[in-house]
């Protein structure tokens, strides 16, 4: 570093000392080291709640304050969002923006550095970049321009669900071909890997023609163009002599091979924690992170191992799982915090204890002041929020989701429950029109004819089971159809009975067929909802009553005078918030961990509950249930690994009131 004895910043002179005394005032003893270290190569190990980026962004001040030019930094982050908060720390810090500092994301740096040799790349500098929307229209017209026809579920398939975009990608992020890709991860599917293969192809080429790159290409490339142009590798490992990188272990593996372009050339810094690498399925590699003392054999490894966020109870209990894990780098997590309550052990009944138990507890939270919006309950999986959804709604409790959509706006939620609308009112166009375009062969087109066929014929169902009016095409999908709503139509069916029908008799197909990555989660969605209609003593009473509390309790419905929404939310979704008091439901084996992934992935999930549990300030609740009601039958469960391998004085136990 260059030693300079003091620096102007606005009017005012700041020496050398009088920054480092600010350093030693603000920072804790592993940050002041993080900060003023000079090597090649260093880590902060951070755990949650240590306040990682703020300590990159002192360094990147203190870098500055002893003479580095700002032009020969280059700061890298995941989000627009957290570029925008670096840069806002980082002029707070120094009192200005500093020019010629490169801060963003990977993919903007990327864009960046493409556009000044695009035509190394065959662009030019005006090329365009394609978001997921563009990406799917492009793939679209590849699809329609192919010199033979896909049937409807295979195009639905292709584009609809983004399953070809996701083949893709995986493919050109990892080391995997198209092939391996599609066994590995949709197995089912395989009957679509040499087209895929073939529409692969067509999709780089037609992105030349284009002029256009899409977010892939905009880190792919920029890979490539180092590795092909050794002379512009040269430029940049010239200019660029810090590379600070945050949340180092999200990265996938083309982002750490750009990292190492400029190993040997540039101070590299990164922070990030590998306790909290939930990404796999995003392409992120924990690998990345472990081996990156390995990789930099003059490496300093920073452990920042004070949480500033939760009691020592909560970070306790956190450190004591986590420490479990074998594919780590260890670090004893510590808080300085007030002690507060021992998390809370809940084992519930069944779903519906466990939501009851969840609307109480919110409540009594509530009364001891602590507003809802300090609030979140979190799961593994988004089926998991439907009993609890279902219990905000009788409470009149406001809340959002995270992590998609609420549960009955669930596209397969909403297709089931066209099924039984149009059984209920078989006037209703809409739901007509939903269920059987679901249908093999039969689009928007062939509806309209067959409904305006209909209108003949005095009650639409009737004409339908009585064979009196089909379709001009997709004869064998209607008939499938057909047959359904006899069977639905037998006396005395209850509304899992209905909805069982539903599956087994039609959706099932389409239900794997359009969700070939999520079928499992979403046909136990759709379990959930039939054992919620074992409630109902009519169809009608279940229709009013989730249409009512589809729309009754949409954003914004209740009085402006409530105190806020709670939060719910997966897991994924959550990391990098905080709450005063955190709920983590649905905590039994085969759901979290889920029952879908293999033995090598356990200790990702182990990192998954990790970052939940370490996303509460003072409360935390950790529930699961002995009976789950799925296949219209109870059936045993017990609770999560990870609550099993907790040492008994990290928790306290809640045992239900057996009336509650």
């Known amino acids: 570093m260059v030693d300079r004895s003091s620096e102007i910043t606005g009017d005012t002179i700041v020496s050398e000392q009088d920054w480092l005394r600010r350093l030693d005032r603000e920072l804790n003893q592993a940050q002041y080291e993080f900060v003023t270290l000079s090597a090649p190569a260093i880590l902060g190990l951070a755990g949650p709640g240590s306040g990682k980026t703020r300590a990159l962004m002192y360094r990147a001040a203190h870098l500055i304050k002893n003479g580095v030019p700002p032009g020969s930094m280059m700061l890298l982050t995941f989000t627009n969002k957290a570029a925008g908060e670096m840069k806002e720390r980082l002029e707070k810090l120094i009192g200005y923006l500093p020019k010629g500092l490169w801060a963003g994301t990977f993919h903007s740096t990327g864009a960046r550095i493409l556009r000044r040799h695009a035509p190394l790349l065959g662009r030019t500098g005006q090329f365009t970049i394609l978001d997921e929307v563009d990406s799917n229209r492009l793939l679209r017209q590849l699809v329609d321009s192919l010199p033979f026809k896909i049937d409807r579920d295979g195009r639905n398939l292709l584009l609809k669900r983004r399953f070809l975009e996701k083949v893709i990608s995986r493919h050109r992020n990892s080391n995997l071909t198209v092939e391996q890709v599609i066994l590995e991860y949709y197995p089912r599917q395989v009957e679509y890997t040499e087209l895929i293969e073939r529409l692969g192809r067509m999709y780089t080429e037609r992105k030349r023609e284009s002029n256009s790159f899409d977010?892939?290409?905009?880190?792919?490339?920029?890979?490539?163009?180092?590795?092909?142009?050794?002379?512009?590798?040269?430029?940049?490992?010239?200019?660029?002599?810090?590379?600070?990188?945050?949340?180092?272990?999200?990265?996938?593996?083309?982002?750490?091979?750009?990292?190492?372009?400029?190993?040997?050339?540039?101070?590299?810094?990164?922070?990030?924690?590998?306790?909290?690498?939930?990404?796999?399925?995003?392409?992120?590699?924990?690998k990345n992170i472990v081996t990156f003392p390995d990789k930099y054999p003059r490496c300093q490894v920073i452990r920042?191992?004070?949480?500033?966020?939760?009691?020592?109870?909560?970070?306790?209990?956190?450190?004591?799982?986590?420490?479990?894990?074998?594919?780590?780098?260890?670090?004893?997590?510590?808080?300085?915090?007030?002690?507060?309550?021992?998390?809370?052990?809940?084992?519930?009944?069944?779903?519906?204890?466990?939501?009851?138990?969840?609307?109480?507890?919110?409540?009594?939270?509530?009364?001891?002041?602590?507003?809802?919006?300090?609030?979140?309950?979190?799961?593994?999986?988004?089926?998991?929020?439907?009993?609890?959804?279902?219990?905000?709604?009788?409470?009149?409790?406001?809340?959002?989701?995270?992590?998609?959509?609420?549960?009955?706006?669930?596209?397969?939620?909403?297709?089931?429950?066209?099924?039984l609308r149009v059984l209920y009112n078989p006037e209703d166009r809409v739901s007509w029109q939903r269920v059987v375009t679901l249908q093999p062969g039969i689009?928007?087109?062939t509806f309209e004819t067959l409904w305006k066929e209909w209108s003949r014929f005095p009650d639409r169902l009737q004409a339908m089971l009585s064979g009196k009016v089909s379709p001009p095409r997709g004869a064998a999908?209607?008939?499938?159809?057909?047959?359904?709503?006899?069977?639905?139509?037998?006396?005395?069916?209850?509304?899992p009975a209905m909805i069982d029908i539903v599956l087994q008799k039609n959706y099932d197909a389409i239900l794997e067929k359009s969700y070939p990555d999520q079928f499992e989660e979403r046909r136990q969605g759709i379990e959930r909802l039939a054992d919620y209609g074992a409630r109902f003593a009519s169809l009608g009473q279940f229709l009013d009553t989730i249409s009512l509390d589809d729309s009754i309790y949409s954003d914004g419905s209740l009085p402006s005078t409530d105190r806020g929404f709670l939060t719910l939310s997966t897991i994924h979704s959550a990391k990098g918030k905080e709450w005063e008091a955190v709920f983590v439901i649905g905590l039994n084996e085969g759901q979290f961990p889920s029952s879908r992934i293999d033995s090598s992935l356990v200790e990702e999930e182990r990192r998954l509950f990790y970052v939940a549990v370490t996303r509460a300030r003072r409360y935390l609740y950790l529930l699961s249930y002995r009976q789950d009601h799925r296949q219209w039958g109870a059936a045993p469960l017990i609770p999560s690994l990870f609550l099993r391998e907790l040492p008994p004085e990290t928790y306290q136990v809640l045992e239900p009131d057996p009336e509650f």
């Open 477 to 495: 999908g209607w008939e499938r159809l057909r047959e359904t709503y006899l069977d639905l139509v037998t006396p005395g069916l209850t509304l």
């Open 304 to 419: 920042m191992e004070r949480n500033y966020r939760s009691t020592p109870e909560i970070v306790s209990l956190a450190d004591r799982s986590i420490a479990i894990n074998r594919e780590q780098l260890k670090k004893k997590l510590y808080s300085s915090n007030p002690p507060g309550e021992k998390p809370v052990l809940v084992q519930a009944r069944d779903v519906y204890q466990e939501a009851s138990l969840v609307g109480y507890l919110v409540g009594e939270l509530h009364s001891f002041g602590v507003p809802y919006k300090e609030i979140a309950v979190l799961y593994r999986s988004s089926y998991l929020s439907s009993g609890v959804e279902f219990e905000l709604m009788r409470r009149q409790l406001r809340y959002r989701t995270f992590g998609g959509l609420r549960f009955l706006q669930k596209g397969h939620i909403k297709d089931v429950t066209a099924y």
């Open 215 to 286: 977010f892939d290409d905009l880190l792919i490339c920029w890979r490539d163009l180092f590795r092909d142009h050794p002379r512009v590798k040269a430029e940049y490992r010239e200019r660029f002599r810090h590379l600070l990188v945050d949340e180092f272990q999200d990265t996938n593996r083309i982002q750490a091979e750009l990292v190492d372009q400029f190993a040997g050339a540039a101070s590299i810094c990164v922070v990030g924690d590998d306790a909290q690498s939930i990404y796999a399925f995003r392409q992120a590699e924990v």
């Open 443 to 445: 689009g928007e087109a």
